[in-house]
């Protein structure tokens, strides 16, 4: 999506008063990126399809600028701890198949929930509506 801002703003157009917008956009404080610092997840997510990255904070001045609310935006990890440690020590997606062995969803649950607490998730999901 080359311009989430003219998006954003053709949606709220759309959108009827006690409306919704629900969107899920990738994090610029994913785990790999920023607590790790892997170089290999660097380099495969700076050039991919994700034109942009976004934070709680510029995805809410987006929704702004957009003349939307946020009513509320959730840290989402969706990619388990087998696939951040493939790519700690293999520097290339597909873990979460190659390592899948050590999952359960007991662990996938209480990691996606610390980083969440910390805000270190690999997605944002954003709960808008209409500025009043």
């Known amino acids: 999506m080359p311009d989430p801002l003219q998006v954003l703003k053709s949606l709220a157009e759309k959108l009827s008063p006690k409306g919704q917008i629900i969107i899920e956009v990738p994090s610029s ?8 610092d892997s170089d290999a997840f660097q380099r495969f997510t700076y050039w991919s399809q994700h034109l942009f990255l976004f934070s709680s904070n510029n995805l809410g001045l987006l929704a702004k600028k957009a003349g939307l609310a946020v009513k509320a935006i959730q840290h989402i990890q969706r990619y388990p701890l087998s696939n951040h ?48």
Do not use: C, M, Q, R
């Not at 994913?30 to 607590?35: V, Y």
């Open 85 to 132: 440690l493939y790519w700690l020590s293999k520097g290339k997606p597909g873990g979460h198949k190659a390592f899948s062995f050590i999952d359960s969803p007991e662990l996938n649950n209480a990691y996606a929930n610390a980083l969440a607490a910390i805000g270190k998730t690999d997605t944002l999901v954003a709960f808008l509506e209409l500025a009043s």
């Open 29 to 36: 404080e994913d785990a790999l990126l920023t607590l790790y």
